[in-house]
């Protein structure tokens, strides 16, 4: 047992407890607090596995962004502790279980994947001497790299921003 | 060094907990938060492979950053669709929101 | 290595053979060392907020011709001491209907939010908190902590003032977040790394001249993201009383308010770090020391200008600083990042000397504001003018026709 393996365990006791308690408060106020606390977690799973551009992404992306947007989202929607609402369906058990069944598939096939013996071990000790960031900064924007999806990926967002303040904005604008 | 495995079955976990989210909550705004988390589980997934395999290689780094950047597309357009429900309607509940069921 | 030439590291390096002398493992070595350094930091940071606090309120004084505190103390000097235990000892007041865990937890996270960037600022060139190499993105990463912290003060204060000062800063914070995220690449194009030491070791000459427009942009945007005037809108008084913090009292207001006078302190360190050379200076690789009086010399001159913009000019109105922000800072740094981006690329692929460099960067940069002054000029020239509400009437001048009241 590392002191890198005390961590993960305590990291990810602390992640998926926020993550239970984002699915299961009735104040969803408090779920979206929850959450941030989750996605700090993950920013600190990518830290652990030396990838700490992306745990600052991370931070910036859904602390800073989304989950600022889930918040004020719930504000102005003002239905934060609804008492007398029940929290879920009258499904929920079947969610429950299903979402049992398909954690224990997944734990099911990572026993028989032996995918696991042919991973070179060869290229984890590489890690620290290259700089990933310049790495991926190259590969994002290379032809025969990931240049077509990079930019699809900026088409997506503008035409989110678009559609979020039309649908967002109300009568108001689509009268004119 | 971490094994690989824990980092899977954490990812699993998130997963499935974001998908009980999904199935069993009411309110719209956190089942949204939900896909949040199954969408972490994803990255958390494609980073760990990244690390674990060859380095070099840049598909899983890349291919999270595009998962950011749905994550946030999806967010907002998910998030004004639910404020544009709320005002005809006045609930954010799934299940009171049935008029394409008819 | 000598004492004298850099003391921090000396302790630092005796301290660690003393513990490892004892037999102690180097990992839990690391962690004591680097536990010591964080809550030095941590200290150090929270006792310079008296200073500030005095520097402030004796400046504030001298800008608008009065003294300033003049009773406790030399000068005043010891003001503040007295207005610490006077905050001390206050009551907490926790309003009805309050979120109790989120409005305690509010001005922690706030103080954190604003100490957390202390980690990656380079004092000397040996002494840094974590070098990490993608630290411009820490920065902003934790700035967001702080927008979360008055989010979660203003809404869990149950009060509306409260809530409409958190929003007002909310919109505030993430609009100047952008041009403020823009510019700070500009440093980054220049060095190649985004580690905020490599930033500093590479300004042999200040990125200040390279690029003034894009410090002026971050300076602006450092202002709005700290919430002083011009831009203290949150806490309007004569509009919304007092913003976020409205509902706290004693020490709990007191963590507001200091985390206020660090956070525009921080940007001025910030702004000195990245912009003006931060701990370069003469014979500062003979004595790593002389780093860190550089280093706090540039962030005091630079906490001087933003005091003196704070007690020059008014408060604007939200929408014209919305304007200002999405009309003209945010086009403004894109096109500068672009323009600077492509000039760096063609002129190290042309290998030119460094005062080129400098030169064709500073004529780029005097081309892209006289072109955004002219474009804001003819913009305000097509805008209709408001009317007057009533004819103009000085109110300290006596007209003609009234007797002279100089004798009363």
Not at chain 1, 71 to 79: C, P, S, T
């Amino acid at each position: 047992m590392t002191p890198e393996m005390i961590i993960f365990i305590l990291i990810a006791l602390v992640t998926l407890g926020t993550a239970i308690l984002v699915v299961t408060t009735r104040n969803i106020l408090h779920a979206a607090l929850w959450l941030i606390a989750t996605l700090v977690g993950v920013a600190c799973f990518y830290v652990l596995l030396n990838a700490p551009f992306f745990a600052m992404a991370q931070v910036i992306i859904y602390v800073g962004a989304i989950a600022i947007l889930f918040i004020f989202a719930i504000m102005l929607v003002r239905v934060i502790t609804p008492s007398g609402v029940k929290v879920f369906n009258e499904d929920w058990l079947m969610g429950l279980i299903l979402a049992c069944v398909f954690f224990g598939g997944m734990i099911w096939m990572l026993t028989r994947w032996t995918g696991f013996d042919t991973i070179p071990s060869v290229a984890v000790s590489q890690v620290d001497k290259i700089n990933p960031v310049k790495l991926l900064g190259i590969a994002l924007v290379s032809p025969n790299g990931y240049l077509i999806p990079f930019e699809v990926a900026s088409v997506l967002l503008v035409a989110a921003m678009i559609g979020a303040i039309y649908i967002a904005w109300g009568k108001s604008l689509r009268n004119k | 060094m971490v094994p690989l495995s824990w980092y899977l079955i954490f990812s699993a976990a998130l997963f499935a907990i974001g998908l009980f989210g999904v199935l069993a909550r009411r309110n719209v705004i956190v089942m949204l938060m939900s896909i949040e988390l199954m969408l972490n589980a994803v990255v958390v997934n494609l980073i760990a492979f990244w690390r674990y395999g060859d380095t070099m290689k840049m598909d899983g780094l890349a291919f999270a950053l595009i998962v950011f950047a749905v994550a946030a597309a999806e967010a907002a357009v998910g998030l004004a669709i639910i404020i544009s429900v709320y005002r005809r309607r006045k609930t954010v509940l799934a299940d009171e929101i049935n008029l394409l069921k008819w | 290595m000598l004492f004298i030439s850099d003391p921090v590291m000396f302790i630092a390096n005796w301290l660690q053979s003393f513990l490892l002398g004892w037999g102690l493992p180097k990992e839990l070595v690391v962690a004591i060392l680097s536990f010591i350094g964080s809550s030095m930091i941590a200290v150090v940071m929270l006792c310079l907020v008296v200073a500030l606090i005095i520097m402030e309120r004796k400046l504030g004084g001298r800008f608008q011709g009065r003294f300033g505190p003049n009773r406790v103390g030399p000068y005043g000097l010891l003001q503040t001491i007295p207005d610490m235990i006077k905050i001390f000892t206050k009551e907490y007041i926790t309003p009805q209907g309050a979120d109790i865990i989120i409005y305690n937890l509010a001005p922690i996270l706030i103080t954190s939010a604003v100490l957390l960037i202390w980690a990656v600022v380079p004092y000397t060139s040996s002494v840094v908190g974590a070098d990490v190499n993608v630290g411009v993105l820490y920065l902003i990463a934790v700035g967001s902590f702080g927008t979360l912290a008055i989010l979660m003060a203003g809404w869990s204060s149950n009060n509306k003032y409260a809530l409409m000062g958190a929003f007002r800063t909310v919109a505030q914070m993430i609009s100047y977040e952008v041009p403020m995220v823009l510019v700070l690449l500009i440093p980054v194009i220049f060095t190649g790394s985004m580690g905020i030491n490599d930033i500093v070791k590479a300004q042999t000459v200040w990125f200040i001249l390279l690029s003034p427009l894009s410090a002026l942009i971050f300076f602006i945007a450092a202002q709005a993201e700290v919430a002083r005037a011009p831009f203290d809108l949150l806490e309007a008084e004569s509009e919304i009383v007092a913003g976020f913090h409205i509902e706290y009292s004693g020490l709990k207001f007191g963590f507001f308010y200091v985390a206020e006078f660090l956070h525009s302190f921080t940007m001025s360190a910030l702004v000195a770090t990245l912009f003006l050379g931060g701990w370069q200076g003469p014979w500062v690789e003979a004595f790593p020391v002389l780093g860190f009086f550089y280093f706090s010399i540039k962030a005091f001159i630079v906490y001087f200008l933003v005091l003196w913009v704070r007690f020059s000019l008014p408060r604007v109105r939200i929408d014209q600083m919305m304007d200002f922000c999405w009309k003209a800072l945010i086009p403004v740094s894109l096109t500068l990042v672009m323009v600077t981006a492509i000039v760096q690329k063609l002129l190290v692929g042309a290998g030119a000397a460094l005062p080129i460099q400098v030169a064709v960067h500073l004529m780029v940069n005097i081309a892209i504001t006289w072109i955004t002054v002219q474009i804001m000029l003819a913009k305000q020239a097509r805008k209709p003018r408001r009317k007057p509400v009533a004819d103009i009437r000085p109110v300290a001048v006596g007209s003609p026709s009234t007797p002279s009241t100089k004798s009363v």
